[in-house]
């Protein structure tokens, strides 16, 4: 992975938002994404239409869309990393790019509503069989089911967009005096002619070559937003542009030049006095005791503008014509589709606000402590670890008196053992006597906020400051001061002795 050379902002995103730059990318690169789109996927459905019902031959275009989506994948993916291939490019690799997993995803995988996910392991990892699949799973953990809302949201926009240019076409067809809109007409193939068979095809391949590419590419930048979480790719970037920064003294010494002097301009038109014009000037009242109010006041009391009517008049509109019956003959199991998709959503909507009251129920039980109330008791607290963060926080490893041990460190110059033994005896404390829970992938952040429910905003405040030197002294390897330490050590049995 060559990272210095990727044409976006790589850092680690909302899931939402990942998606979205993977539309962004579409955008951009409509051309290198739809020349090769269209010059694969048009002659497959030309050659589908010619060998196959026309009932059958979007279906079959449908079935062999992950075998499409390569060819989207493949430009998007190049173009990530600065390599933005030409359609004739992309055509000369459709062979390579066509080769791992494309039976799988055309068979057993077909259906997975996360394929455009899992897609750039097939073919960019180049993983096979269980490497694949364990390679898949550890990308899906927290990501599967936006991945799959993805899924759900192209596949509607897509419908509506080939039913939009359905409607869009029988409205723009001359009506006769005995006909009326009706879309279910289009769908109905074995009452019209062959040529609205193409037509019915041919608007659902202009559906999907619209919506495919934002689905893959939607996808392939949620594949890079995880990798980015999971492998730290934004951290080698931003350390990689800061070592380049510290090769150029002067352009960062002329940027702040610059700066300064934009500061003083700007501070120089703030300062300047406003005109008289822009100060706001209280609005005109007019006197009660002036000719004028006066005037308006006789005028509202007189007794024509105190009476108030409501009258109501019943108009004769004629009979009211009965709309005539449509002609739906044909599509009666249409009718009974719908009625019962109807009934089974509005079951589905009872079932999860049922669920989802359960579950509030639950939470608020849950925070304050109300088990007793549905007769069973609160979970057992899980015991204490003994290790976390790398630091030995079993109790018997601490000296007598923490504090003094931690100041004397202090004052003989080892600040970093001081501070070390300050957070182990933190921990110890809120772990064995607040109560904290701690799980294996926690970070030192997830430890600050759990400790903030459970301990005073005194004890809070004071446990920031030493995770604060700590981290800078540990990990940044930037200076803490004597003092700042011994004052630590002096604070510390007010707040977390056990």
């Not at 108030?308 to 003959?329: A, H, N, Q, W």
């Amino acid at each position: 992975m060559q990272l210095d050379r990727l044409a976006v902002q790589l850092r680690v995103r909302n899931p939402w938002e990942a998606m979205d730059l993977g539309f962004a990318m579409v955008r951009s690169w409509w051309r290198q994404v739809y020349a090769p789109w269209l010059a694969v996927f048009a002659p497959v459905c030309i050659l589908a239409l010619i060998a196959l019902p026309r009932q059958w031959a979007w279906i079959a275009v449908w079935w062999l869309k992950p075998a499409f989506d390569r060819v989207i994948l493949h430009v998007v993916s190049n173009g990530v990393f600065g390599e933005l291939p030409s359609w004739r490019q992309t055509l000369r690799s459709l062979p390579g790019a066509l080769r791992p997993g494309l039976f799988l995803s055309l068979t057993l995988y077909r259906l997975d509503l996360a394929r455009s996910f899992t897609l750039p392991v097939w073919q960019l990892e180049r993983q096979r069989g269980r490497a694949a699949r364990a390679r898949a799973k550890q990308l899906q953990r927290r990501t599967r089911s936006y991945a799959v809302w993805l899924t759900i949201a192209c596949v509607h926009f897509e419908s509506l967009s080939w039913l939009s240019a359905l409607a869009l076409f029988d409205l723009l067809v001359p009506a006769t005096m005995d006909s009326e809109f009706n879309i279910l007409s289009l769908l109905s193939l074995e009452q019209v002619g062959s040529w609205r068979e193409y037509l019915f095809a041919g608007m659902y391949f202009l559906a999907v070559t619209v919506m495919e590419p934002l689905y893959v590419a939607g996808g392939f930048a949620l594949y890079l937003n995880r990798r980015t979480a999971l492998e730290g790719w934004d951290l080698e970037v931003q350390l990689r542009r800061i070592g380049e920064r510290l090769r150029q003294p002067q352009r960062a010494l002329g940027a702040g030049t610059a700066l300064g002097a934009a500061v003083v301009v700007a501070g120089a038109l703030l300062a300047a006095p406003l005109p008289a014009r822009a100060q706001g000037a209280a609005p005109v009242r007019l006197a009660p005791d002036t000719p004028a109010a006066r005037e308006i006041k006789q005028v509202l009391e007189r007794p024509e503008l105190r009476e108030y009517e409501t009258r109501t008049v019943l108009v004769y509109l004629g009979e009211r014509s009965k709309p005539s019956p449509r002609d739906i003959s044909g599509f009666g199991w249409l009718d009974t589709i719908g009625i019962g998709l109807a009934d089974l959503l509005r079951a589905l909507a009872w079932v999860l606000l049922g669920i989802a009251v359960a579950f509030l129920v639950y939470l608020l039980a849950r925070h304050f402590d109300l088990w007793g109330i549905f007769g069973r008791r609160r979970r057992v607290r899980q015991t204490p670890p003994d290790t976390v963060f790398g630091l030995d926080v079993r109790p018997e490893s601490l000296p007598q008196d923490l504090a003094a041990e931690a100041l004397r460190l202090a004052r003989a110059g080892d600040l970093l053992k001081a501070l070390s033994l300050l957070y182990r005896g933190t921990l110890i404390t809120l772990l064995h006597r607040d109560g904290l829970e701690l799980v294996g992938g926690d970070t030192e952040d997830d430890c600050l906020r759990k400790s903030a429910r459970r301990i005073p905003d005194a004890a809070y405040a004071y446990f920031v400051t030493l995770l604060s030197a700590w981290q800078r002294l540990a990990y940044a390897r930037r200076p803490v001061t004597s003092p700042e330490v011994e004052a630590l050590c002096a604070g510390w049995e007010a707040h977390f002795k056990r």
